[in-house]
């Protein structure tokens, strides 16, 4: 597939690798399962002065044998004797480093944790000690986020402060979504693109999935979900239960709750019986799954607020397929497809809500977006977004059908809130499919 939408990421790598010529670099890079981490730092790199580390799960030894082969046919570089530890081997590249100037990337870095925990303070030791002098491009790639985030931004960390640089790798734009369907079908319509951005959400790996098998409308993409050997059925796990751990099954419960509307932890906590603060807590600040939305404008300590998975696919994969499988593990997979089909037009109606105040944010004209509601969810309104350099406020309803759109009940229901703007101009808007 062709690369898309990548181009001040490998700006920026392009960037760090100039300055490494000079001075030692270290850079980590986050980013979820699947976003196309691995795919961008290789198309960054020069192939005949990077070396790529991939961080298996195995006996320390074993892997350090991998890398030095690695060493020897990317660099030339002839090692004597037998590397057994990772230490060994870092130092002898950071020497390396001195006499010449190459990019090293450890892709899946948290994994040490498991295989070695001390190579962190380790390497925080060689690097302290010779990154003087030295002209090493270091790129530290991991797909744990949880794990990522401690590794370097936990002050109690060896290596807290020691990265020049962070880039965190996220999901393709709208605009790059269009523009893969346009590249790919023609006449593609605006449910086909609703569709294609519900499941992916512009993630790179599932993109390239439903691009591979050619399914861009909604009953080929879930086609390509529900056959026999989709790889989408175990996607959650997958990207999950090395986050989670023992303890998925809490967090499990809480996003399938989350993605079937249960968004209040009160809500949660009655059908769960327990508490879930912590849990709540650790999604949106360790892992960075869930967010917490309020009414725009208010305050940051109010109570009013709701729980929403920041991911398409996996609020998708949390709605239907955790939430169903018992009749997944059956292999009674139409089914499934046949409730996705009968929940479609409710389901996919929160998606272009969402698929709305995105482009709106990549638009940069606003200085916020959101949503608003008062005390018991009356009062809904779909988006409400603030120019204040325009003193203008926008203030829009999402249905499917433009024909279902009311926009004088719409400033009934937005009525309190436009009062506290005095000299805005109110923008009122319908958005519908036919607005995609």
């Not at 497809?337 to 998606?351: C, H, I, M, N, P």
Request: some cysteine; overall charge positive.
């Amino acid at each position: 597939m062709k690369f898309y939408n990548r181009e001040k990421e490998i700006a920026l790598l392009e960037k760090i690798d100039k300055k490494s010529k000079k001075s030692a670099q270290m850079t980590f890079v986050t980013g979820r399962r699947r976003i196309g981490k691995t795919s961008l730092l290789i198309k960054a790199g020069k192939p005949e002065k990077c070396v790529y580390f991939f961080t298996a799960k195995k006996n320390e030894l074993l892997l350090c044998s991998e890398f030095a082969e690695e060493v020897k046919i990317k660099l030339g570089a002839e090692i004597f004797g037998t590397i057994r530890t990772f230490r060994d081997l870092f130092g002898y590249l950071m020497e390396l480093s001195r006499t010449r100037h190459f990019t090293l990337i450890i892709d899946e870095f948290q994994e040490f944790q498991s295989i070695n925990p001390s190579v962190y303070s380790e390497m925080q030791d060689i690097w302290d000690r010779k990154k003087e002098g030295s002209k090493m491009n270091l790129i530290l790639c991991g797909s744990v986020y949880s794990l990522m985030k401690k590794i370097f931004e936990n002050s109690k960390e060896p290596l807290f402060g020691r990265a020049t640089q962070r880039i965190n790798i996220k999901a393709f734009d709208v605009r790059t979504i269009k523009e893969i369907l346009s590249d790919h079908t023609s006449g593609n319509t605006s449910e086909d693109l609703l569709a294609f951005y519900m499941i992916t959400g512009g993630v790179a790996k599932y993109v390239e999935l439903l691009t591979a098998a050619g399914a861009f409308t909604l009953e080929l993409i879930l086609d390509e979900i529900f056959s026999d050997s989709s790889l989408f059925l175990d996607e959650g796990k997958n990207v999950l239960i090395d986050e989670f751990g023992k303890d998925y099954g809490n967090y499990f419960s809480i996003l399938s709750l989350i993605a079937s509307s249960k968004t209040s932890r009160v809500e949660i906590e009655s059908i769960l019986e327990m508490q879930t603060g912590g849990f709540l807590e650790r999604l949106e600040e360790d892992f960075g799954i869930i967010r917490k939305v309020r009414p725009i404008f208010s305050k940051p300590t109010s109570r009013t607020l709701k729980y929403e998975i920041n991911d398409n696919f996996l609020n998708f994969w949390f709605r239907f397929i955790y939430k169903n499988r018992s009749a997944i593990e059956m292999g009674n997979l139409k089914y499934i497809k046949e409730l996705v089909k009968r929940d479609y037009k409710t389901y996919s109606g929160r998606v272009l809500e969402k698929y709305f105040r995105q482009k709106m944010m990549e638009e940069g004209k606003y200085t916020a977006i959101g949503t608003y509601w008062e005390k018991g969810n009356k009062n809904e309104v779909d988006i409400i977004a603030l120019n204040e350099k325009e003193k203008q406020v926008v203030v829009a309803e999402v249905k499917r059908k433009s024909a279902n759109i009311g926009i004088g009940e719409l400033k009934q229901k937005a009525d309190i809130l436009v009062k506290q703007f005095h000299g805005y101009k109110i923008i009122y808007k319908g958005l519908s499919m036919e607005d995609m």
